[in-house]
């Protein structure tokens, strides 16, 4: 029996968690994401990368609902996305996500938005909450810069606490969404390296970024998209040193020739 219930655990420990089956997307008559298949499982780091308009992010977008699907699924933890209201609250809570854009609330310190959601949606004890807020805050090198408001803080600073206030909602899988495109080039490094732990300490992350760097140092699985549809994935090593596709080959050529 011992045997048994040890192997459904290590099944249930490195299982899917995040699962896409035939999803497609359209913006009016674009086909942004066409028959994606894609599973994540617990632990892993994916990186999403391909040429502008590819579809990445839209592909990120949908696994927090931000964006409906046209046809296909979406499972997380075995569960559909729900289509509103509280259930898709919690969903937001189980899937942290962190944009281009910081989204703080510009009218909260940095220690209520990292407050804010865990009491709200979590329904977490006020001084606990702060407790977790700071904890979190000191992870990602922000400490210090508790009680200021957003207007306060770098580019950096703003998106590590936007990293940390996903964070604190406890989620199973975080999404980046080019989290480092609208920084300045001495900050993007500061930011990869609080996600570059986050990646080492075992969370479940799917990152659409151009940071090459990352991809290879960071990831288990390298996605590559162009128009709407996944042409390859492969591991890191695999895609930088021998990519399979044309279009892999030709993306390459451009981006790491610069």
Request: glycine fraction near 8%.
């Given at each position: ?6 192997a ?17 997307k ?26 502008s ?51 703080l ?75 480092t ?78």
């Amino acid at each position: 029996m011992t045997a048994v219930s040890v192997a459904t655990e290590d099944k249930a420990a490195t299982g899917e968690l995040v699962v896409l089956n035939s999803v497609n997307k359209h913006f009016g008559a674009l086909h942004v994401l066409q028959d994606i298949d894609l599973t994540i499982h617990r632990g892993e780091v994916v990186v999403v990368i391909g040429p502008s308009g590819s579809g990445k992010s839209t592909l990120c977008r949908t696994i927090n609902r931000l964006e409906t699907v046209d046809s296909g699924s979406i499972t997380i933890d075995g569960k559909p996305l729900p289509a509103e209201g509280k259930e898709l609250a919690r969903l937001r809570a189980d899937v942290g996500m962190v944009f281009q854009s910081f989204n703080l609330f510009a009218h909260k310190t940095v220690l209520e938005n990292v407050t804010l959601g865990q009491v709200k949606v979590r329904k977490a004890d006020a001084r606990k909450a702060e407790e977790t807020a700071r904890a979190l805050l000191d992870r990602v090198g922000v400490g210090a810069q508790a009680d200021k408001y957003p207007a306060q803080l770098s580019g950096g600073q703003q998106q590590r606490v936007a990293i940390a206030r996903a964070l604190a909602m406890g989620p199973k899988v975080m999404l980046f969404d080019e989290p480092t495109s609208a920084l300045d080039p001495e900050m993007i490094n500061e930011v990869l390296e609080v996600m570059k732990q986050l990646a080492e300490d075992g969370m479940t992350m799917i990152v659409v970024t151009h940071e090459m760097g990352f991809a290879r140092s960071a990831a288990n699985r390298v996605v590559f998209m162009a128009d709407g549809r996944i042409v390859e994935e492969a591991t890191p090593d695999q895609f930088f040193s021998n990519p399979r596709s044309d279009r892999a080959k030709d993306f390459l050529s451009k981006i790491l020739h610069h």
